[in-house]
């Protein structure tokens, strides 16, 4: 796979936080019936998504 030079690199955290909050995904979680186990899914999100912010952090 080639490295694109000149592109801005974005964190993991704040791509995956951009798709999280999109309207179009989360019209999807809310209109498949989600189990308990799904329901359970953003708060495992937010966990995540703090993990890899203070990794990220760690980094620079």
Excluded at 37 to 51: G, I, M
């Amino acid at each position: 796979m080639a490295v694109k030079h000149g592109m801005p690199h974005q964190p993991v955290a704040t791509v995956m936080r951009t798709q999280i909050t999109r309207q179009d995904f989360r019209n999807a979680v809310q209109s498949s019936q989600p189990s308990q186990a799904d329901k359970d899914l953003p708060s495992q999100f937010v966990d995540l998504l703090k993990r890899l912010e203070k990794a990220e952090k760690r980094k620079q």
